[in-house]
């Protein structure tokens, strides 16, 4: 199965024509926030940053398959320039998905605390070529008395997915220097990548990441049996993707979070896995 790590810039990836079309798309870019990268600047004027992002998401767009898909994440003050970027580079908007998080809000002096991060989900064209409908069983909440037989659909609001913080709640998954310090300071968790795969793809289908990070969309993508391709511009986490996709690590293996799915009629069919292969080697 094709997992690929591609060394270089994502818009002039895209401008070559990739050979093959893909059938759903991870963007999480540097969110422009004064962030320290060694091989990009955060700090870009407003106008050159969407304007980028507006060419990145039309050059993604002309080579998705039609109804394929686009998950674009940004900071919630950005909603407004995310939801533009999409429509005018030909996405067809489906959803808003509001991620919450679970540690403290980060504070603000004059308005409420944030707490969420925004996930524009869209596709090419009104109808999407794959949506699986999956079912979690979430705790019940003090005021619910009784258990769901068949759990519930996953709505717009995805409050049961822990964010990789800097403390003693992100566990081992971050990848790390031997210092300790974080290779990448906004690394996606496993889960996230895992619920999106399995919402908008089936197995054998073309997983795009243009800015790849830690490769977390690749090893999810590796484990749930799609193809996939990422690119990433910085030489050092481009050396830890390699590492990462070639051997899947304990912290990676997603096998944990299938049963937070089990009420979905389909799973089987979206999510394959060898129970007795997996009990020998942890691993795919």
Same mark, same amino acid.
């Given at each position: 199965?094709?997992?690929?790590?591609?060394?270089?810039?994502?818009?002039?990836?895209?401008?070559?024509?990739?050979?093959?079309?893909?059938?759903?798309?991870?963007?999480?870019?540097? %969110?422009? !926030? +004064?962030k320290e990268y060694s091989s990009h600047d955060d700090n870009l004027p407003e106008k050159d940053y969407w304007d980028w992002m507006k060419r990145v998401c039309?050059?993604?767009?002309?080579?998705?398959?039609?109804?394929?898909?686009i998950y674009f994440m940004q900071r919630e003050k950005?909603? !407004?320039?995310?939801?533009?970027?999409?429509?005018l580079a030909g996405w067809t908007f489906q959803n808003l998905i509001i991620w919450k998080k679970k540690s403290s809000a980060v504070p603000c002096a004059k308005r409420f605390g944030k707490h969420y991060q925004v996930i524009a989900f869209a596709t090419k064209g009104e109808t999407p070529r794959v949506f699986n409908k999956l079912r979690?069983?979430?705790?019940?909440?003090?005021?619910?008395?009784?258990?769901?037989?068949?759990?519930?659909?996953?709505?717009?609001?995805?409050?049961?997915?822990r964010e990789l913080t800097s403390g003693y709640f992100a566990g081992k998954e971050p990848l790390r220097f031997e210092n300790n310090g974080r290779v990448h300071k906004q690394q996606s968790p496993? !889960?996230?990548?895992?619920?999106? $795969?399995?919402?908008?793809?089936? $197995?054998?289908?073309? $997983? %795009?990441?243009?800015?790849?990070g830690t490769g977390t969309t690749l090893v999810a993508a590796k484990q749930l049996k799609r193809r996939s391709v990422g690119i990433e511009i910085d030489p050092v986490n481009f050396s830890f993707i390699e590492k990462r996709i070639s051997h899947i690590?304990?912290?990676? +293996?997603? $096998?944990?979070?299938?049963n937070d799915y089990t009420y979905t009629k389909n799973l089987d069919e979206i999510w394959q896995y060898n129970e007795k292969k997996m009990k020998i080697s942890a691993y795919l």
């Open positions: 199965m094709k997992c690929e790590i591609v060394k270089g810039d994502c818009e002039e990836y895209l401008k070559l024509k990739p050979p093959e079309k893909f059938d759903l798309t991870f963007l999480d870019p540097p %969110f422009n !926030q +004064n039309k050059l993604i767009f002309e080579n998705t398959s039609e109804g394929g898909a950005n909603t !407004q320039y995310v939801l533009e970027t999409l429509g979690i069983d979430p705790p019940l909440l003090k005021t619910e008395k009784h258990t769901r037989p068949i759990g519930m659909y996953v709505t717009d609001v995805w409050d049961d997915i496993v !889960q996230l990548l895992t619920r999106i $795969i399995l919402s908008s793809s089936k $197995i054998g289908d073309m $997983i %795009f990441d243009p800015f790849a690590r304990e912290e990676d +293996n997603i $096998i944990k979070y299938r």
